[in-house]
């Protein structure tokens, strides 16, 4: 996952306690946390028992959770139970919430997610950001990322940070973009473009995709590639459910896998891209169809209805989707491969050529390839989520910013 949107705090309220103490509380913290997250409501007795800690233990954790905001206690346990009752507990409805926003081609989105995972503001721009500089698209970002803020502090959030998915490559600080080709931005640091007093985190849009089927798709395995299209295609791999980001943080270019070595040439400066074959405006190209704003519903609604040039460009994309994608199958063994973004929507059409040309060319059995039920929403949800997470991970961090 990209950079925990928080750092270190070595002020906080308990400092002391000797470091060793110390990271031990904040361990505690966080599996009291995820406990509650995953498994609440449960009682303070039921959290002991699934950590290991005393209930004393387990007790002042909690009451520390409850008086940053964190968890909330729902009232009394049903009754009819043998012994005392106890307060069942829950992750909080209000207090810190995850923003995660998105920079596509042709659309900008905002959203908050509280801490029990819903979503409770959300704001989308429609319109084309290709060629447009960075400073008056993230100016507009920043418009949504203010509206959605007002509006999750009216209903008792606060914003534990922001995270923003970009169709690009972004350098390890997290916050640079290195390359953006089909916005065309280079090396762009966005934390001065979105002076908001929120700690941010800029990460890839497949990889804030992939983390999204991790942890809100149904059954997602620990080892799998996702897939994930717009203008661009991007790939994340997932490997015992952490994302592989590479030495530069640039893992997953499957846009940029060579499908014909000798094919047109490619802006990334190679020849036969993936990107050239099954990118959404080289399947527009292949069937003779004019670049529009609903690009893949002008697609799927044609290939519904028998319109055999779209069916054979699509076909032909999944193929190459096949080609580029055998390799990464051969070396790394995913337990499956999932289609997500955009690709998501023309599955019907793609996967058959796909699933064909990956069975025939991967060495061991055919890898399963699924698609995504996050369609679309799969980025903006995993970076919301990915704060969400780190708070998760780290409550101590956060309490202390409350
Ligand atoms: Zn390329």
Redesign the pocket.
């Known amino acids: 996952m990209t950079a925990p949107p928080h750092k270190a705090h070595p002020a906080g309220p308990g400092r002391a306690l000797p470091d060793t103490q110390q990271g031990m509380r904040r361990r505690n913290l966080a599996r009291v946390m995820h406990t509650v997250s995953a498994e609440g409501p449960l009682s303070r007795a039921a959290v002991a028992s699934r950590i290991g800690l005393t209930r004393a233990a387990v007790s002042t954790l909690v009451d520390e959770l409850i008086r940053s905001g964190l968890l909330e206690e729902l009232g009394p346990e049903r009754p009819g139970r043998v012994g005392r009752p106890g307060s069942a507990l829950a992750v909080s409805a209000g207090g810190p919430a995850g923003i995660g926003a998105e920079v596509g081609v042709d659309h900008l989105a905002v959203c908050a997610v509280d801490l029990r995972g819903r979503i409770r503001s959300r704001a989308v721009h429609h319109g084309s950001n290709r060629g447009r500089s960075p400073e008056p698209v993230l100016d507009e970002l920043a418009g949504l990322v203010r509206r959605v803020v007002t509006e999750s502090t009216a209903e008792g959030l606060w914003p534990a940070g922001l995270a923003v998915a970009v169709p690009g490559l972004v350098a390890r600080d997290a916050r640079t973009v290195v390359r953006a080709p089909n916005l065309d931005w280079q090396d762009t640091d966005l934390a001065p473009l979105l002076p908001l007093d929120v700690p941010l985190t800029v990460g890839n849009e497949a990889n804030f995709g992939a983390l999204a089927e991790l942890w809100l798709g149904e059954g997602a395995p620990r080892d799998f590639l996702h897939v994930s299209a717009e203008i661009g295609i991007g790939a994340a791999v997932v490997v015992d459910g952490k994302l592989l980001r590479g030495t530069r943080g640039f893992a997953g270019e499957l ?2 896998v ?1 499908v014909r070595p000798d094919g047109p040439a ?6 036969g ?4 074959y099954a990118g959404e405006e080289a399947v527009l190209r292949a069937a003779g169809l004019e670049p529009g704003t609903d690009r893949v519903g002008v697609l799927a609604e044609r290939a519904a209805d028998g319109d055999e040039g779209v069916r054979r460009a699509l076909r032909e994309a999944g193929t190459a989707l096949g080609i580029a994608l055998t390799g990464a199958v051969n070396l790394l063994d995913p337990e499956s491969v999932v289609l997500g973004g955009a690709l998501a929507g023309l599955a019907p059409w793609l996967l058959p050529s796909l699933r064909d040309e990956l069975a025939r060319r991967t060495a061991g059995p055919a890898c399963p390839v699924s698609v995504s039920e996050l369609g679309s929403e799969g980025p903006l949800l995993g970076a919301a989520h990915s704060v969400v997470r780190a708070v998760l991970d780290d409550p101590a961090a956060v309490a202390e910013r409350a």
Do not use: M, N
Request: glycine letters at 24%; hydrophobic letters at 15%.
């Open positions: 846009g940029h060579p490619c802006a990334c400066g190679g020849r891209c993936l990107e050239q």
